[in-house]
Nanobody
C-alpha cells in the first residue's frame, strides 16, 4: 500500500521558517516527480513546488520563489520543503504528492498519490 506522510507543519510567526518532510513508502519512487501543493480555507488547492525524479529540475510558484526550497533525499522516496520568510498568506494545509514520470509543471490531477496534509499557520 502506497503511503505519503507529511510532517513538520506548525505555528510560526511571520518571518520565521519551517521545514516540511514527506516520506513515501509502498513502492519504488525513483521515477516519480514529487510535488507540494497547499490549500487555504475556502480556496482551491494550488501548486507550490515540484522536483523531478533525479532532483535535477525544480519549479516554484511565483508566490514562494526565493523563499521556499524543495529537495529530495538520496533514496528518492523522501522530499523536503524548506520554507523561509513565511508570510500569513502562506497559511494552508500543505500536501505532498507523487506522480510517475511527470513533468515538473504538471497540475494536481496528474499526480498518482497524495498525503493527508500538514497544517502550516503563520501568524502576523
Amino acid at each position: 500500500q502506497v503511503q505519503l506522510v507529511e510532517s513538520g507543519g506548525g505555528l510560526v510567526q511571520a518571518g520565521g521558517s519551517l521545514r516540511l518532510s514527506c516520506a513515501a513508502s509502498g513502492r519504488t519512487f525513483t521515477s516519480y516527480t514529487m510535488g507540494w501543493f497547499r490549500q487555504a480555507p475556502g480556496k482551491e488547492r494550488e501548486f507550490v513546488s515540484a522536483i523531478s525524479w533525479s532532483g535535477g529540475s525544480t519549479v516554484y510558484a511565483d508566490s514562494v520563489k526565493g523563499r521556499f526550497t524543495i529537495s529530495r533525499g538520496n533514496a528518492k522516496n523522501t522530499q523536503y520543503l524548506q520554507m523561509n520568510n513565511l508570510k500569513p498568506e502562506d497559511t494552508a494545509v500543505y500536501f505532498c504528492a507523487a506522480g510517475d514520470r511527470l513533468r515538473v509543471d504538471a497540475g494536481p490531477s496528474a499526480y498518482d498519490y497524495w498525503g493527508q496534509g500538514t497544517q502550516v499557520t503563520v501568524s502576523s
